[in-house]
Nanobody, 115 residues
Framework: QVQLVESGGGLVQAGGSLRLSCAASGSISRINVMGWYRQAPGKQRELVAVIISGGNTNYADSVKGRFTLSRDNAKNTVFLQMNSLKPEDTAIYYC?????????WGQGTQVTVSS
C-alpha cells in the first residue's frame, strides 16, 4: 500500500501563486509515476502534471509555462508550483502515484482562484 498526504491548497486571486505538496509513504519502491490531477465541478478528472521515475515530466497544455512539477526523492515528496493562476484552474487537486498494477490517490485539496 501507498499513502499520499497532500497540502497547500487554498484561495488565491487570479494571477497569484500556490504550491502543492504530496508526501508518499508505504510501498513506494514500486511507484514509477507521481503527479497531480484535478477535477472541477461537473467535469471529469484530468491530468495536470506527472513526473516519471527517470525524471521526465508531462504537463497538460493548459498549464504549460505556468505550473512546475518537481520532486524531492529523499523526502518522497512531489511539489506542484502553480503561478499565474486563472479562475479556470479552480478544482480539487488530487495527488496520484502509480505502479505497473495500481493507482493510488490522495484525499484531494481544494484550489480556488477568484477573478
Amino acid at each position: 500500500q501507498v499513502q499520499l498526504v497532500e497540502s497547500g491548497g487554498g484561495l488565491v486571486q487570479a494571477g497569484g501563486s500556490l504550491r502543492l505538496s504530496c508526501a508518499a509513504s508505504g510501498s513506494i519502491s514500486r511507484i514509477n509515476v507521481m503527479g497531480w490531477y484535478r477535477q472541477a465541478p461537473g467535469k471529469q478528472r484530468e491530468l495536470v502534471a506527472v513526473i516519471i521515475s527517470g525524471g521526465n515530466t508531462n504537463y497538460a497544455d493548459s498549464v504549460k509555462g505556468r505550473f512546475t512539477l518537481s520532486r524531492d526523492n529523499a523526502k518522497n515528496t512531489v511539489f506542484l508550483q502553480m503561478n499565474s493562476l486563472k479562475p479556470e484552474d479552480t478544482a480539487i487537486y488530487y495527488c496520484n502515484a502509480a505502479s505497473l498494477s495500481r493507482n493510488y490517490w490522495g484525499q484531494g485539496t481544494q484550489v480556488t482562484v477568484s477573478s
